[in-house]
């Protein structure tokens, strides 16, 4: 089995910083890309920024500059959320896409989800 664990979600005032972490265990042979996602109750789930083994990254246009995102040669992966704004508030959620042996497919994995609010 495979489990993805995010940790570092609270509340912040708005113009502060948070730092998430994604942890992963269990049966993994490697991870290719990695990303976080977030979501309000009544809107869909939306990409927030994705890291892809070799480093690549990509960002939603409403986070660029202010979110940083990276991962460890192991199997964590954070996000720097810097300049909080309070539209960043949300739910936040953490997804690998996951080799669990060398047959060349993987599987994609969604973290419980850790809870980020920003007040004004």
């Known amino acids: 089995q495979v489990q993805l664990v995010e940790s570092g979600g609270g509340l912040v005032q708005a113009g502060g910083s948070l730092r998430l972490t994604c942890a992963a265990s269990?049966?993994?042979?490697?991870?290719?890309?990695m990303g976080w996602y977030r979501q309000t109750p009544g809107k869909q789930r939306e990409l927030v920024a994705v890291?892809?083994?070799?480093?690549?990254t990509n960002y939603a246009d409403s986070v660029k500059g202010r979110f940083t995102i990276s991962r460890d040669n192991a199997k964590s992966m954070f996000l720097q959320m810097n300049t909080l704004k309070p539209e960043d508030t949300a739910v936040y959620y953490c997804?690998?896409?996951?080799?669990?042996?060398?047959?060349?497919?993987?599987?994609?994995?969604w973290g419980q989800g850790t809870q980020v609010t920003v007040s004004p």
């Open positions: 890291i892809t083994s070799s480093g690549s």
């Open positions: 997804n690998a896409e996951i080799f669990r042996d060398r047959s060349g497919v993987y599987y994609a994995y």
């Open positions: 269990g049966s993994i042979f490697s991870i290719h890309t």
